[in-house]
């Protein structure tokens, strides 16, 4: 599959005198290295609920887990817009990143499969491939496996924010949706 090419625009309100726009690399890149990322979603009646935990990029997406009880995975079935955010918390140095999508939840066992190998790899953390999402095998369930539900974020919108001199703010859009083959989600 063939890597989207955003649109890329450096913020000039919002950057230092002389800064350029970051090249979408770069960015990618922190977010292919990045293991913690932020995610924000919005409960049922409007308030924030924000939680850190790991993503892994795979074919133009973000992907992470989380049980079908946990507080995020009700917000997104009521609200699947949400936002994932890695960087530093550095002011003079470093690289933030907003990814902004939708949370599609992921079924696909041969997707499952590969994004299993990736958490194992690069966190070591490993999960068995079930029907509909991952099993912690560390994790006593009750009543048989207990899921973790998977969802890919494709972004439609990415802010990179580098800190230092020049400080710059460089917004990423993707004119169309990232093609997410539907019918194994």
Known sequence: MSAREPVVELDSRFSSDGA????????LAAIEQAEIFWLSTVRRDGRPH??????????????FCT??????????????QC???????????????VVEGRAIRVTDEPLLRRLATMWK???????DV?????????????DGAQIGYVFAVAPTKVLAF??????S?????????????????
């Open 20 to 27: 350029t726009a970051r090249p979408w690399s770069e960015t």
């Open 67 to 80: 049980g079908p009880g946990e507080q995020k995975a009700k917000n997104i079935e009521g609200n699947p």
């Open 121 to 127: 790899t690069k966190l070591d953390w490993t999960f």
């Open 50 to 63: 924000v939680t850190p935990l790991p993503a892994i990029w795979l074919d133009e997406a973000l992907y």
């Open 130 to 142: 079930v029907p509909g999402g991952f099993r912690d095998p560390a994790v006593e369930a009750d």
């Open 169 to 185: 703010q460089t917004r990423y859009s993707f004119v169309s949706q990232h093609h997410v083959p539907s019918t194994k989600y």
């Open 83 to 97: 936002s994932l955010t890695t960087g530093s918390n550095q002011y003079r140095s470093g690289l933030d990143v």
């Open 162 to 167: 580098g800190k230092g001199e020049p400080f």
